[in-house]
Nanobody
Framework: QVLLVESGGGLVQAGGSLRLSCVAS????????MGWFRRAPGKVREFVTS????????YYADSVKGRFTISRDSAKNTVYLQMNSLKPEDTAVYYC??????????????????WGQGTQVTVSS
């Protein structure tokens, strides 16, 4: 069983930056695709970005493309989400997850089986 722990969330003004971290322990997280999702108040969970095991194939939601960057450090079992030019609409709880079921598309949360507890990101206008 993989345990995922996110950190790095907080309150930031619009235009600011945050860097989220997701540390994985146990299981085979270092060889799995990893993803970040978010859930804003009153909205469904949505895909943000994902990255494959080698880090060579990231995918981004259109809403964050050009502003967010996902990366991973396999030696540290950690996945990062660098968020720049933050907007109030980026306010949400951010979750990292391990991709398990590859017959689902990379943006489909049903393809992920391990989820962290989430970290709150609040962007003020």
């Amino acid at each position: 069983q993989v345990l995922l722990v996110e950190s790095g969330g907080g309150l930031v003004q619009a235009g600011g930056s945050l860097r989220l971290s997701c540390v994985a322990s146990g299981g085979t997280a270092t060889t799995d695709d990893m993803g970040w999702f978010r859930r804003a108040p009153g909205k469904v969970r949505e895909f943000v970005t994902s990255i494959n095991a080698s880090g060579a194939r990231p995918y981004y939601a259109d809403s964050v493309k050009g502003r967010f960057t996902i990366s991973r450090d396999s030696a540290k079992n950690t996945v990062y989400l660098q968020m720049n030019s933050l907007k109030p609409e980026d306010t949400a709880v951010y979750y990292c997850a391990r991709r398990k079921f590859y017959y689902y598309s990379y943006y489909d949360p049903r393809g992920y089986d391990n989820w962290g507890q989430g970290t709150q990101v609040t962007v003020s206008s």
